[in-house]
């Protein structure tokens, strides 16, 4: 089975745990996949800039940046005061 997978469904019972039996199944499978695949993303966008040639130390404010703005995002959603504060705090590129 999958690392992803794996981490997914234990992320899938965590929150299920913590919500309770009264909220549905499909609350907490959403919220783990939410959490599974914003890590994903960061870990594809920061592996992306390793293999391009940039040292790992050289992305990480702008790694660290990223990983606060997209955690806050999940936690506040894709509402559109928190898409407008997404864009207004979006990180600096990270240096080549």
């Given amino acids: 089975m999958d ?5 997914e469904q234990s992320l899938d019972k965590a929150f299920a745990e913590v919500l ?3 909220t549905p199944d ?3 499978r959403i919220a783990a996949g939410q959490v599974t695949s914003t890590q994903q993303t ?6 992306t800039q ?12 702008h790694a660290v940046t990223t990983a606060n703005l997209a955690y806050d ?3 506040h959603g894709l509402s559109r005061t928190a898409l407008a504060s997404a ?6 590129r ?3």
Avoid: C, D, F, W
């Fill in 3 to 7: 690392q992803g997978v794996r981490m």
């Fill in 20 to 22: 309770g039996g009264s």
């Fill in 26 to 28: 499909i609350v907490a």
């Fill in 42 to 47: 960061l870990v594809v966008h920061n592996l």
């Fill in 50 to 61: 390793v293999l391009a040639g940039t040292s790992a130390k050289a992305p990480y404010p």
């Fill in 73 to 75: 995002m999940l936690e």
């Fill in 87 to 92: 864009r207004s705090r979006s990180a600096p």
């Fill in 94 to 96: 990270p240096p080549a």
